[in-house]
């Protein structure tokens, strides 16, 4: 196995044990919906949705152009979920106790980059840093 089908399975495994968690226990998860978000819950229910359909879409093996699409949607995943990551930071701090605290929260927030780069590449959209094109 290569490293991108590697990075795909583990997206798979990320993405679809997430969807399953936010169907099957979506309280944390509307917890940390923004406030500025109508119906919360069925905003969870719908990414924990996308989240296993993505998985699925990066699994299969007969549709590379599936398998992209599937890359796009849970890089955008990524992209919009990063305003809930910052409430759940900010609710969390606001906490008595401090919450998980900076040390938790701040990588969490920077890997989000890092997921949506990792879902592109796993996909077949981007080779980059690995393949250069040529500059024409």
Excluded at 31 to 39: E, K, L, N, Q, S
Excluded at 88 to 115: E, I, T
Aim: with cysteine.
């Amino acid at each position: 196995m290569n490293a991108r089908s590697l990075l795909r399975v583990l997206l798979a495994l990320f993405y679809g044990t997430a969807g399953v968690l936010h169907l099957a226990v979506p309280h944390p998860f509307v917890a940390i919906v923004p406030p500025i978000v109508p119906a919360p819950g069925l905003v969870v229910a719908l990414t924990g949705v996308a989240e296993i359909a993505g998985a699925l879409g990066l699994l299969q093996g007969f549709s590379p152009p599936l398998r992209r699409a599937a890359g796009w949607g849970l890089a955008a995943y990524a992209l919009c979920v990063w305003p809930a990551n910052v409430q759940h930071m900010l609710l969390d701090l606001a906490r008595p106790d401090g919450g998980a605290g900076l040390a938790y929260h701040v990588p969490r927030l920077a890997s989000q980059p890092v997921l949506i780069w990792a879902a592109l590449w796993a996909s077949g959209i981007t080779g980059w840093p690995f393949v250069r094109t040529e500059k024409a």
